[in-house]
């Protein structure tokens, strides 16, 4: 018996940096059929649906089965391999981004340990299965099944790690100011977001950043008003009410502190 496989490749003229699929597809495998020892450029994940078989990487080996999906991250040297008297079904997704490594940390997944155990009913499997249904799919259609698939493989990411809540802490703040980098922000207004008060925040920030929350702020929308001034035509003024200045000294005083020189010589340089 031959391997039975589908495969599909998406298309965009818009291809996104935060997270993107770039191949998917499906192979029932004949048995002992394998793959590797090779290393790939992009992130993929493949879910066991029928079957059992071999994943290796770092020098460990495992025996896997219907339920379980192995991770393979780029640059990585793996070899898989179908079990001889019962091989598997499986579907896979490559993909890669910005967000993909955020992504799997929240899945539980890494180099370390790279295989998910899905849950009851398997929705993470039923999630990639719906990808691969699809088929040959418009690429707005496949963004969408795809966040399907994150929402499951990440559905216990929040709230249930309480290892490290000072950790925690901070990735929500900086997540907040992110966010809010265009109002009037104050370290209060983070910690009340955060719920808790100013001086832990300050504190753990200390701990985990090696900076103080207001420096964080503050860098944050110096960086980004460089970036405006550097890639788009609006003027200095624009560019500091678009990350909450109104007082122009003021601006101008963090700017030159933060990178050495004035807005309009910064504009000039770049230029």
């Known amino acids: 018996m031959s391997n039975q496989k589908s495969c599909y490749f998406p298309y965009t003229r818009l291809v996104p940096t935060d997270i993107y699929p770039v191949e ?42 219907k339920g379980q999906m192995f991770l393979i991250e780029p640059n990585q040297l793996t070899y898989y391999k179908a079990d001889d008297n019962n091989p598997w079904l499986y579907r ?31 929705p993470a499997g039923t999630a990639l299965l719906d990808i691969l249904q699809g088929g040959d799919m418009r690429f707005e259609e496949l963004m ?25 802490y901070v990735s929500k703040a900086e997540s907040f100011i992110k966010i809010n980098v265009h109002e009037k922000l104050t370290v209060t207004d983070v910690a009340e977001y955060i719920g808790i008060n100013r001086s832990y925040l300050t504190r753990l920030f200390k701990l985990y ?9 503050i860098s944050l929308k110096i960086n980004t008003a460089a970036h405006y001034l550097k890639n788009t035509g609006i ?9 909450g200045y109104t007082d122009m000294p003021v601006f101008s005083k963090a700017f030159k502190r933060q990178l050495g020189c004035s807005p309009m010589q910064w504009r000039r340089f770049h230029k």
Not at 92 to 119: H, T
Not at 144 to 168: C, F, R, V, Y
């Open 92 to 122: 896979w997704l490559e993909f890669n981004g910005s967000m993909a490594p955020g992504i799997l940390k929240a899945a539980g997944l890494s180099s370390a340990s790279p295989i998910y155990n899905d849950r009851d009913n398997f």
């Open 209 to 217: 950043k090696n900076t103080s929350p207001q420096q964080y702020i």
């Open 235 to 243: 003027s200095i003024t624009e560019a500091a009410q678009s990350v």
């Open 144 to 168: 969408q099944k795809l966040w399907a698939l994150i929402a499951a493989l990440t559905a216990n990411a929040n709230g249930t790690d309480s290892s490290d809540p000072g950790q925690e």
């Open 24 to 65: 998917y597809g499906e192979e029932q495998c004949q048995s002992g059929h394998a793959f590797g020892p090779y290393v790939r450029r992009n992130y993929l994940l493949h879910y066991i649906y029928s079957g059992e078989g071999y994943f290796k990487c770092n020098d460990r080996e495992y025996k896997l089965h």
